[in-house]
């Protein structure tokens, strides 16, 4: 019998506990043994709870317990989870986790130590919840190289923005609606302004190159900023608004984003709606791949982290490769890309004669039925060359990237 312990007993943790003991039939035979939670770690008591007898508050109870191998951290945060995490680590007990700011800011390190200590590191539920993006890049996939990786990687803004789509909706009512239904949080910052999805397009990153790709150097734009008159001008262009995370080689170097962007009917993520998550990979061989699901929720993350369990547990003492390394990616200024943009003016204080000036040939958008604005379409130009431009012309109100 396998004995493993689960740090945090919230949303994702009491969802870890519930697939070991609903499906403990098939992850028996799938493992050659039987699973069993032995321990619950959490700073609260759950009396009535069916596990109440399992939950320690002392973490030291689980570290020198020699029969528990395996600890599964869904507890989320960097501190104290990343202590917890290193300590079971260093004794041998292999750490499966849905902590995505965790890894993001420590994973090679810890990667490190599971290897030196003959154990596993293992963090598919980090990125697009129940989507097993991360180990089809580590094994499926192995024999690729991946030169771009965009998703749609967070449900919350994916949600919002389906909305304002259907309903022509501002961005205020239909978060007031995410969070009364509970797909945002109170707080939903991490969300609407793009950082979630940062951290996980930086974990994506890095197994893209095998490099540390940190979040904190991939820009990064959210959707507070998106109007209903955005999608009438997307509408008109046969396109749509995602919030899309990508990394992408360019010319020998990487560049990452997180940003806003009008998609056509044409593209694989187009019809990815509501709390749904995709992640579309390019690479040389199989060429195109897109892998789709819930990204998030309780059950969905939680199978994931169960998978990484049972792998973990049919490799005992042997440490599964995970090529990423602690070597920094100097990562391509967004500036240097080519892209095209939609740009919105006041008709009042721009004319298309200045428009011209600064950006040449343009196509307008004649028939998203806004008054008082012109919009047009900018030909393809580095990123930097259109801010330049943007910052010389009279009446802006907006302007969104083109992905299509």
């Not at 399992?54 to 020198?64: A, E, R, Y």
């Not at 599964?320 to 990562?331: A, E, Q, R």
């Not at 047009?376 to 990237?401: H, Y």
Request: charged share 25%; glycine share 8%.
């Amino acid at each position: 019998m396998k004995q493993v312990a689960v740090f945090g007993y919230g949303t994702v943790g009491s969802g870890v506990v519930e697939v070991i003991d609903r499906n403990s039939a098939v992850i028996e035979k799938r493992v050659g043994e039987k699973l069993n939670v032995k321990y619950i770690l959490d700073l609260r008591d759950f009396p009535g709870d069916p596990n109440e007898s399992k939950v320690v508050h002392d973490i030291n109870v689980i570290l020198d317990d020699p029969e528990v191998e395996i600890v599964c951290e869904t507890m989320g945060g960097n501190e104290p989870a990343f202590t917890y995490s290193k300590n079971a680590l260093l004794k041998g007990k292999s750490v499966c986790t849905s902590n995505k700011e965790l890894v993001a800011n420590h994973g090679p390190e810890l990667l490190k130590l599971a290897k030196e200590n003959n154990c596993n590191y293992l963090f598919e539920a980090s990125v697009g919840g129940g989507i097993p993006v991360i180990r089809t890049i580590n094994e499926a996939l192995t024999a690729e190289i991946i030169d771009g990786i965009t998703g749609i990687l967070n449900g919350t803004t994916n949600y919002i923005l389906t909305k304002m789509d259907r309903e022509g909706a501002k961005f205020d009512d239909v978060l007031k609606q995410a969070q009364d239904l509970g797909y945002a949080e109170k707080n939903p910052e991490a969300d609407v302004e793009g950082y979630d999805a940062c951290r996980k397009i930086a974990i994506l990153s890095s197994l893209m190159t095998g490099h540390y790709v940190h979040f904190e150097d991939i820009y990064t734009e959210g959707i507070t900023k998106i109007t209903p008159e955005d999608f009438k001008y997307a509408k008109a262009l046969n396109c749509t608004i995602k919030l899309l995370a990508m990394s992408k080689e360019n010319n020998g170097s990487y560049y990452a984003m997180v940003a806003p962007f009008l998609i056509g009917k044409d593209t694989a993520l187009y019809n990815v709606n509501d709390v749904f998550n995709a992640v579309f990979v390019h690479s040389n061989m199989l060429d195109d791949s897109m892998y789709y699901g819930r990204g998030a929720g309780k059950l969905a993350t939680a199978s994931a982290v169960v998978g990484d369990v049972i792998e973990a547990a049919k490799n005992t003492g042997k440490n599964l490769p995970i090529f990423w390394d602690d070597t920094k990616v100097n990562l391509l200024g967004i500036g240097e890309v080519n892209r095209s943009f939609l740009v919105r003016v006041k008709e009042a204080e721009c004319d298309k004669k200045e428009i011209s000036a600064a950006f040449g040939e343009v196509t307008y958008v004649t028939d998203a039925g806004v008054a008082g604005e012109i919009g047009f379409v900018t030909p393809m130009m580095k990123e930097k060359d259109f801010e330049a431009k943007l910052n010389n012309l009279s009446g802006v109100i907006g302007r969104i990237r083109l992905d299509k």
